[in-house]
């Protein structure tokens, strides 16, 4: 470069210092942009490393599937590498706080290994004295100076671990293997880790270590998410997989005879117990029985004296008839007596005239055979008298005891009568009688099969205790060490996807500002070159070498682009990493460490990568020009032909529009590159906008259908998991009771651990096993269906303007005995599909698995679940599921918390949680999106902003001539500001329905790179979101627009009288 | 009172700390109908002149009248409205719209003025109905030249002002453009204001005002204007 071209050089710049800066902003956004986000992984990871340094993390945990003995630690402490070693009891625990359960965690005090670090009151000085975690504390609402006990959530005593089992809290603390809330799971309560607590390591009642922590030799110089430490740590993990084996076997040994002992007592014991309980029921049967025959004695006399009662009751009529009749009798016995005694009287009398007349003829002696004669007629009739004598006295007694008779049937009858009156009363009594006692047979009956059925029960629990105890035994495996590095540490694991989530988003997001850079710098430098043609000519034509003209177009982007990557990365990596780590401080809230460093890897890429864009860029619109002949540089450049567009063969629009309409129409068509741009600065702005509130949408979508489509319950509690059959029988029907639950649903919920393979052992993905009591009812209270439509929303939107109505739930999956169902976003991770197997352990250390088809996938957002039947459950570990919980439906007008309070008062329920309080819990937890949403909204603005401004700018100043010429012509300003805008609408609009499209596309990839294992964001956008984005996106254009206006009313018409430069 | 009166018009530029007086003191009348050439060198104040007259640029002191109104006291938006109505304009470099054809380069300034005359009729007159729908890069200079003179008649404006009319033209499409220019001139009886440097072309004009350093330097009225046939240079 010669002396007087670099003058000229430094003269450029200066007297265009608004396009120097312009490509100057344009290199720092891209640049601030790509190098901010590409060193917010490292800054979280620096920051993350600095933290477990300075509280000596673990390097390494061995957790043994029987524990670890002195022995086990003095033999990792001599292996080779291992800086510490220390032997810690960590226990799950169950601690219940006004009628709420939390889950504990109890950790030993550390010595130096995870170093827990109390942030307010003190450390434990006692046995019976502990820390609490922060967590803790907010979920059981306890203080520093309260007390709280502990259960164990089994039937296990709580002392065969502890040495107390009630502590006071004397401080709060913090430990950097837990950074945020999320603990992990536990084998009681609801499964999920609440809080925990630190109490002194003499507080636990065992000697067997549930886990020995250790720290490697020079791992802390190291990056604890980089190669080398995973090398170093992988080293010594080796070693220690080596000795594992032999310390297994001895503590197999171990405890195999320590269990035979206490399993034969426990046999001993159980066998007493149930001779007793027998001989127990045998007596109550018995006397069962002998009532039994009692009632039965009284019921059959009753019967007969009934049946006497009615015999009776009929023969009344037949002895009034009989009575009647001997009346009858008695008046014709009277009537012929009265007759015999005439017949006799007469008899007599004329027997008296006979004898007279006898004895007159003896007297008369009339002759004898006339006193004869008269003799034998007085005897005769003497005889008739006497005959009819007797025939009256034979009468008068007949009548008499016909007399007899008749009173003695009245008096029975009278007796009958008054005896039949009484009857009804007297069978009453007796009935009711004997209907209590049948009662009250039948009630000692039911206590008896209660009793019996509850004996039977617990006996048959006890029972399959001890079978399972001992098969168990028998069963017992050889236990195992697991060796996990710091991966297993859930907050850990779930740092480092958060800060590869930031790390994948650093790969797309600055690419939309390194190609927008790219595009602006471009178009500036042609315009640049193309409005310096004649000096280039001059310059060709004095016979300046065609590098020494370029260099200067090169070095004027160069610079332009240097300052732009000093500035840009300076911005850049040093606020949004900064910026980032805050809004991911506020998820994991231990973490205090802020290392933001210059991320010299990412810088050097930023700005190599945007100095060769703009220096390419650059060289790309010189050499165009420097083909040509000095002479024909040096005449005006030949305006850019008009053409004739698609439009204009449809006449009868084409007639109908102004000429303004017809310039912007053909002048979109006319400058492809311009149009292009604006199109692809526009979209991305609204395909940013778009993310920013695609991420609240998904994120609160999440909660909303977890809770509202998924989950049709309001509620679950959980069940005392040593609750016996009878006292779940009354359970049940307590619930029953509560008038506000208008159904429920028992079911079974554990945790379980799978993965694709038989052979893998780490790095299993947890999720809930639910087996449903009833798995055809269940399917109220979780909607089990496949997801579809991903804009289930804008469907139904067309629908409802079809007049259709919403989309109805999809047809559900039927859980059958052939497999299970699995959640979505599981299917995901496991990385099967329907069809496939997966392979399901109990625990991290289960060493069985059990392989299982997945038979469905459904739609589900928030944590994992894998539906089995009942049978299939039995089938698999050969006993009946535990229903361990109950989904309840409330009522939806019921007071949902006085319902809550009754439920938890129920014997046998230890906790509930209501839906609607995890759906605010996860709703205040989003409002950290807030920040991301900012960043997406301003990122978007400059973008809208750099690109549209620039793009009018080029525009405004290549067609300045022509402007001039309009508006010489007589337009008004407005008029032509319009014939600028028309054609910027026209783009905007295009770009916005381009941006749609890219936003969708993007907030996609970002909702599946953000995801963590547990929760899956929804898919889709709300038409609100997408309304709003577009409106933000015709606002920035619009502020652009109103900026120009101005610039447009400064053009000097009497530019359009000069010639062409 | 003459149709077009220019009186003790100055305009003057401030360049930094130097007044520069572009005009000084110009008086002149122009009547209606007539063909004025404006005549002067370079850096005489031509184009300064044809600015205020064109209502692009304001005057520092004294009048202009145009039919009656004082448009040295309009302001912007009063001196768009001149523009727009009462002026056509005819430029050196054409100044078409190149993205319009012919016809609607000239539809394009009917579509803004008060009383537009049609714009395919214009066409015809300027002599190019057939070339109507052809954009400007398809035509050659004179022919651009026509459109362009075709736009401002299309307004019907109350004077044509040009500024070197054929300053980009070969000899004879420039005489056949002065021609068009004479012909509206005589044949519509529009006032036609002509500045250019080239003396040669002030026999066809009714008037001439020559301008030298700002100032009038004389003012000749031809009383038989030859037609540009009979003019050579």
Request: aromatic share 8%.
């Amino acid at each position: 470069m010669t002396k007087s071209l670099r003058k000229e050089f430094f003269m450029e710049i200066k007297k265009s210092v608004s396009r120097f800066i312009s490509i100057m902003l344009i290199v720092t956004l891209g640049v601030a942009f790509f190098a901010g986000i590409r060193s917010s992984s490292p800054a979280m990871k620096d920051s993350a490393d600095a933290q477990y340094d300075k509280e000596n993390l673990m390097d390494i945990r061995v957790v043994g599937t029987l524990g670890l003995t002195e022995t086990d630690l003095s033999k990792i402490r001599e292996i080779d590498g291992v800086k510490e070693a220390e032997g810690s009891f960590t226990t799950d625990f169950i601690c219940h706080v006004n009628s709420k359960e939390v889950v504990t965690k109890v950790i030993s005090m550390p010595q130096s290994i995870n170093d827990v670090k109390c942030t307010e009151g003190r450390y434990p000085e006692q046995y019976n004295e502990c820390l609490a975690s922060r967590e803790f504390l907010e979920e059981s609402g306890l203080k520093i100076g309260d007390y709280m006990t502990l259960k164990t959530g089994t039937s296990e005593s709580i002392f065969d671990t502890l040495a107390a089992e009630t502590y006071t809290i004397v401080g709060i603390c913090s430990s950097s293997y837990f950074l945020n809330g999320n603990m992990g799971t536990a084998t009681v309560g609801d499964g999920v880790v609440d809080g925990y607590v630190v109490i002194p390591k003499e507080s636990f009642a065992t000697t067997v270590y549930t886990s020995v922590y250790l720290t490697v030799d020079g791992a802390k110089q190291l990056n604890c998410f980089g190669d080398e430490y995973s090398n170093l740590i992988n080293g010594v993990e080796e070693k220690l997989n080596e000795i594992a084996e032999n310390r297994c076997e001895v503590r197999y040994s171990e405890v195999r005879s320590q269990t035979t002992e206490l399993l034969t007592k426990a046999s001993n014991k159980y066998n007493s117990k149930k001779a007793i309980a027998e001989s127990e029921l045998e007596k109550a049967y018995q006397e069962l029985v002998d009532s039994e025959e009692v009632l039965n004695e009284s019921k059959k006399i009753f019967e007969e004296k009934k049946k006497m009662l009615e015999d009776a009751e009929t023969e009344i009529p037949l002895s009034k008839q009989r009575i009647a009749e001997a009346r009858q009798t008695v008046e014709q016995l009277r009537k012929l007596r009265s007759a015999a005694s005439v017949s006799a009287e007469k008899a007599e009398s004329e027997a008296l005239t006979y004898y007279n007349n006898w004895k007159n003829l003896a007297q008369n002696g009339a002759p004898e055979d006339q006193v004869k004669d008269a003799e034998t007629k007085y005897n005769t009739l003497a005889t008739l008298a006497a005959f009819y004598q007797k025939q009256v006295e034979d009468y008068t007694e007949k009548i008499d005891s016909a007399t007899k008779e008749i009173e003695d049937g009245e008096k029975l009858i009278n007796e009958v009568q008054s005896s039949l009156a009484n009857k009804d009363r007297l069978l009453a009594e007796t009935e009711k009688q004997i209907s209590d006692a049948e009662i009250q047979l039948q009630r000692g009956k039911e206590q008896y099969e209660i009793a019996k059925q509850d004996a039977v029960d617990e006996f048959s629990d006890a029972e399959l205790e001890l079978r399972n105890a001992e098969t168990r035994l028998n069963n017992m495996e050889v236990p195992e060490w697991h060796v996990l590095d710091r991966s297993s540490i859930e907050s850990y694991a779930s740092f480092l996807t958060d800060a590869q989530s930031i790390g994948a988003l650093g790969t797309v997001f600055p690419l939309i500002f390194f190609l927008v850079a790219a595009l602006v710098s471009l178009t500036t430098m042609t315009r640049m070159v193309e409005e310096q043609r004649t000096q280039i000519g001059t310059l060709k034509a004095l016979g300046y070498s065609k590098t020494s003209i370029i260099s200067k177009y090169i070095m004027y982007a160069f610079l332009a682009s240097l300052a732009g990557c000093v500035i840009g990365v300076l911005i850049g990596e040093f606020t949004i990493p900064y910026f980032i780590l805050r809004a991911y401080k506020m998820a994991y809230y231990n973490l205090k460490q802020t290392v933001v460093r210059l991320n010299v890897y990412s810088a050097l890429a930023a700005s190599v990568l945007a100095i060769l864009c703009t220096c390419l860029a650059s060289f790309a619109a010189c050499y165009r020009e420097l083909k040509s002949a000095a002479a024909e540089l040096m005449r005006p450049k030949s305006p850019k032909v008009g053409k004739r567009i698609l439009i204009e063969r449809m006449k009868f629009i084409w007639d109908r529009l102004d000429f303004t309409q017809k310039a912007a129409c053909r002048n979109l068509f006319r400058y492809k590159r311009r149009f292009f741009m604006t199109l692809f600065g526009v979209g991305g702005c609204m395909a940013l906008l778009l993310v920013g509130f695609g991420i609240n949408d998904s994120v609160s979508s999440m909660a909303k259908n977890q809770y509202g489509k998924i989950f049709k319950y309001d509620a679950v509690v959980s069940v005392d998991s040593t609750i016996t059959r009878a006292g779940r029988r009354a359970m049940i029907s307590d619930v029953q009771d509560i008038t506000e639950i208008t159904d429920f649903a028992q079911a079974h919920r554990s945790i379980i651990y799978s993965a694709n393979n038989s052979k893998q052992i780490e790095d299993l993905k947890y999720a809930y096993l639910v087996v449903p009591n009833d798995a055809e009812n269940f399917e109220n209270f979780v909607a089990i269906q496949p997801r579809n439509g991903e804009n289930r929303g804008i469907k139904n939107i067309i629908n409802l303007v079809r007049g259709k109505g919403t989309d109805a739930a999809t047809d559900g999956l039927v859980l059958g005995d052939d497999g299970v169902i699995i959640t979505e976003k599981y299917a995901q991770l496991l990385n099967v599909g329907i069809g496939d197997s997966i392979f399901i352990r109990q625990s991290e250390s289960d060493s069985a698995c059990k392989e299982v088809k997945v038979s469905g996938i459904t739609e589900n957002y928030m944590f994992n679940y894998i539906y089995m039947s009942r049978s299939l459950y039995s089938y698999f570990y050969g006993e009946e599921p535990d229903s361990n919980i109950l989904m309840i439906k409330f009522d939806s007008k019921a007071d949902t918390s006085a319902a809550v309070d009754s439920i938890l008062k129920i014997t046998g329920i230890t906790s509930a949680t209501l839906n609607d309080e995890m759906l605010e819990d996860i709703n205040s937890m989003t409002g950290r999106l807030v920040f991301i949403i900012i960043m997406m909204i301003v990122a978007a603005a400059l973008l809208a902003f750099v690109v549209i401004y620039n793009l009018n700018n080029i525009n405004i100043s290549e067609r300045r001539r022509e402007l001039a010429t309009i508006k010489l012509l007589g337009f008004y300003d407005d008029e032509v500001a319009k014939y600028v805008y028309r054609e910027n609408i026209v783009l905007t609009v295009l770009g916005t329905i381009l941006g749609v499209i890219l936003g969708i596309i993007l907030h996609r990839f970002v909702m599946n790179t953000v995801e963590t294992d547990v929760y899956m964001f929804g898919r889709s956008l709300k038409i609100l979101s997408v309304l709003i984005s577009a409106v933000l996106t015709v606002i920035f254009s619009m502020l652009v627009n109103v900026i120009m206006y101005y610039k447009l009313r400064k053009i000097d018409m009497v530019e359009s009288l000069k010639s062409v430069e | 009172m003459a149709f077009i009166e220019l009186n003790d018009v100055v305009k003057t530029y401030k360049m930094g700390e130097v007044e520069i007086k572009a005009v000084d003191n110009i008086t002149f009348p122009i009547e209606k109908g007539e063909f004025v050439v404006i005549v002067g060198p370079s850096g005489a104040g031509k184009t300064t002149v044809l600015n205020i007259l064109g209502g692009m640029d304001t005057a520092t002191s004294g009048t202009i009248t145009v039919d009656g109104e004082n448009i040295s006291k309009f302001n912007d938006k009063e001196l768009t409205r001149y523009r727009r109505d009462e002026v056509g304009f005819v430029f050196q470099f054409y100044n078409l719209i190149q993205n319009l054809t012919a016809a609607e380069n000239v539809e394009m300034a009917a579509q803004i003025a008060n009383n537009p005359i049609d714009p395919a009729k214009i066409l015809g007159e300027v002599g190019l109905g057939s070339r109507a729908g052809n954009f400007p890069s398809q035509l050659s200079g004179g022919e651009q030249q026509r459109v362009s003179i075709a736009r401002a008649l299309a307004k019907n404006p109350k004077l044509l002002l040009c500024d070197e009319p054929t300053g980009a033209l070969d000899y004879i499409t420039g005489k056949s453009i002065l021609k068009l220019l004479q012909d509206t001139c005589r044949e519509k009886g529009m006032t036609v204001i002509v500045i250019t440097h080239n003396t040669a072309i002030t026999p066809m004009a009714d008037k001439i005002v020559q301008i030298k350093n700002g100032q009038v330097d004389r003012i000749l009225i031809n009383a038989e204007p030859k037609p540009v046939e009979q003019i050579e240079w």
